[in-house]
């Protein structure tokens, strides 16, 4: 019995280690938040940091995000009309994959991958410059840390997703036609007419704020992770895959809490 509530109390104890590990993180991240938009507004506004940030987050991100959005696409296709041919109902297949990119996969996947390749790069390369003490280096030279290299990527980060995600949403549809139109033989103007009868700019522009708010999560726990990493190379090894799952998780969950809020407050429009 005795041992039994050993293991009972060692389970609710990792248990409660994790939650305070989480809430921790989540209100480092809500004060770092709050300082880098206070830093946001004040002079000198560095447009060659930011530019160099939106081209490693955007650009660099650009070929990934269309290879996952054609073959996206394309599965949808395959999928739907595997399915709706067994309704006669093949004519539906574009309005489908349309709206389930524009409105879901376009922002999460896009996400997804930019946390694997840029969010992971920018823990990295922060928690490098930490343990060598550059980040201390800017400090004593009077130059304040959080304006010169997080206030840039958080910026990058927030702009470049949705602008990454109007290209998936694109990618995504084509690779839907090249296998609905191209290869099952729906017609072509049906394929058109249907997204344009039932996607709604409302659809569209949903995604891009939740792609806006993925890009901010994003960026803002690489730099957090990364900026306060510890522990030399191992450490920032660990802040970086700690930056990639707690990007990824974030950005499945805020998924349904912006769905279940959009979905509510286009009912009562």
């Not at 399915?83 to 997804?112: I, K, W, Y």
Request: with cysteine.
């Amino acid at each position: 019995m005795k041992s039994i509530l050993r293991s009972i109390a060692a389970v609710l104890g990792y248990i409660g280690d994790g939650v305070l590990l989480v809430l921790s993180d989540l209100g480092g991240m809500a004060i770092l938040a709050t300082k880098v938009a206070i830093q946001a507004i004040r002079p000198p506004y560095r447009l060659g940091n930011f530019l160099s940030s939106f081209e490693a987050i955007g650009v660099g991100s650009i070929s990934v995000v269309v290879l996952t959005a054609i073959f996206t696409g394309a599965v949808f296709g395959v999928q739907t009309t595997l399915a709706f041919r067994m309704f006669n109902a093949q004519g539906l297949v574009g309005a489908a994959v349309a709206l389930s990119l524009t409105r879901e996969l376009a922002p999460v996947l896009t996400g997804l991958m930019v946390t694997g390749r840029a969010g992971s790069a920018i823990a990295t390369e922060l928690g490098s410059m930490r343990v060598t003490e550059q980040i201390d280096a800017l400090a004593t030279m009077a130059v304040n840390p959080l304006h010169y290299l997080l206030v840039p990527r958080v910026i990058a980060g927030l702009l470049a997703l949705p602008i990454l995600t109007m290209i998936f949403d694109v990618v995504g549809v084509f690779g839907a036609y090249v296998v609905a139109v191209l290869m099952e033989g729906i017609s072509e103007a049906e394929f058109w007419s249907r997204i344009q009868s039932w996607v709604d700019l409302e659809d569209v522009f949903g995604g891009l704020v939740k792609a806006a708010v993925f890009g901010l999560v994003i960026s803002l726990s690489a730099c957090f992770k990364g900026f306060y990493a510890g522990g030399g190379a191992k450490g920032v090894g660990v802040a970086t895959t700690q930056a990639v799952v707690m990007s990824s998780v974030l950005i499945l969950v805020l998924d349904y809490w912006l769905t279940n809020l959009m979905m509510g407050w286009w009912s009562r429009v």
